[in-house]
C-alpha cells in the first residue's frame, strides 16, 4: 500500500476524519483550558494571551464544525491549515510558559487526530515538524542543572509514536474502507 492514495481515496479518508479532527481540537480546548485554570501564570497580560489563543482555536473549531453538521465538505487546505493552526497554537502556549510546562501534552491528540484522519505523508511531515519544533523548545528550556536529554529525548519519542500508532490506524481503517467499496453487492 502507498504512502499517497488515489486522489478519491484521499478526499474519502479526509471526509472520514473530519470528525476525529474535530472532536479532538474540542478534547484539545477543554484541556487547554483546564491547564490554564490548575496551573495559572502569575503575569494577568500572559495569561490573557494564553485563554484568547485558546478561545481562538474554539472559534476556528465552531466553524468547521458547523461546516460538518451543514454536510458541507471542508476543502483540504482548510482541513490542513487548521491543523497546522492546532499545532503553532500549542507550540505559542508553550512558549508563552517559557517552554518547559505540561502543555506539551496537548501536541498528543493534535498529532494523533491529524495521523488518523490525514494521508501518511502529511503526517510524516506534521510529525516531524512538531517533534523538531519541540525537541528544540524543550532542551533549550529545561531548568539549569537538570539533564534534559532523557526528558527531552523520552517525550519526543512519544509524540513520534503517537503519530506513527495513528498512522497504522489509517492505514487499518483504509484498507477496509477499500475492501467495502470492492465487495460485490
Known amino acids: 500500500m502507498s504512502l499517497r492514495p488515489k486522489r478519491a481515496e484521499a478526499q474519502a479518508d479526509l471526509d472520514h476524519g473530519q470528525v476525529v479532527i474535530i472532536m479532538a481540537r474540542w478534547l484539545l480546548i477543554a484541556v487547554g483550558l483546564f491547564l490554564l485554570i490548575v496551573k495559572p501564570t502569575s503575569d494577568v497580560a500572559e495569561l490573557r494571551l494564553q485563554i484568547s489563543l485558546i478561545l481562538l482555536l474554539g472559534l476556528v473549531n465552531f466553524f468547521l464544525h458547523a461546516q460538518l453538521l451543514k454536510r458541507r465538505p471542508v476543502p483540504d487546505a ?8 492546532d499545532l503553532v497554537v ?7 510558559q517559557g517552554g518547559d510546562s505540561p502543555v506539551f501534552v496537548l501536541y498528543f491528540p493534535a498529532l494523533l487526530a491529524l495521523s488518523v484522519a490525514f494521508e ?3 503526517t510524516v511531515v506534521y510529525a516531524i515538524a512538531t517533534v523538531g519544533v519541540y525537541g528544540i523548545i524543550a532542551a533549550s528550556a529545561m531548568p539549569a542543572g537538570v539533564d ?6 523520552t517525550r519526543v519519542l512519544m509524540l513520534g509514536a503517537v503519530a506513527f500508532c495513528g ?3 489509517w492505514f487499518v481503517e483504509h484498507s477496509r474502507r477499500l475492501r467495502l467499496e470492492r465487495r460485490p453487492s
Open 78 to 85: 482548510v482541513a490542513y491549515a487548521a491543523s497546522a493552526f
Open 90 to 96: 500549542i507550540t505559542l502556549l508553550l512558549l508563552s
Open 120 to 122: 501518511p505523508y502529511v
Open 148 to 153: 534534559a536529554g532523557p526528558i527531552v529525548i
Open 167 to 169: 498512522g497504522l490506524y
